[in-house]
Nanobody, 120 residues
Framework: QVQLVESGGGLVQPGGSLRLSCVAS????????MSWYRQAPGKERELVAF???????KYANSMKGRFTISRDNAKTTVWLQMNVLGPEDTAVYYC??????????????WGQGTQVTVSS
């Protein structure tokens, strides 16, 4: 059974940081490119960052410098470190898995999402 389980979301003050985790199971993690997406209320889901199966990260332009994606194949886990958070980062964050890289990413698996709320 394929699972992507996100955690680490919550309420954080503006300027703060959060680290999201996504633990994968049920598929060959090393063969997959892993992505983080987010969806804010009333907005379309957008790609935040992805990391290739070989460990090379790519970021959406608006996320560069504040967010860091990483993975540990031995732990079948991908992380998203988010710094200097602002209210505009409030969203449900999802991880996803794709064997190929394309635009849009042809994700085969999705997690259930974790809520991030940035508010004072």
């Amino acid at each position: 059974q394929v699972q992507l389980v996100e955690s680490g979301g919550g309420l954080v003050q503006p300027g703060g940081s959060l680290r999201l985790s996504c633990v994968a199971s049920g598929f060959t993690f090393t063969n997959y490119n892993m992505s983080w997406y987010r969806q804010a209320p009333g907005k379309e889901r957008e790609l935040v960052a992805f990391i290739t199966s070989g460990g090379f990260p790519k970021y959406a332009n608006s996320m560069k410098g504040r967010f860091t994606i990483s993975r540990d194949n031995a732990k079948t886990t991908v992380w998203l470190q988010m710094n200097v958070l602002g209210p505009e980062d409030t969203a449900v964050y999802y991880c996803a898995a794709a064997r190929r890289i394309d635009a849009p990413m042809p994700n085969e698996y999705w997690g259930q999402g974790t809520q991030v709320t940035v508010s004072s």
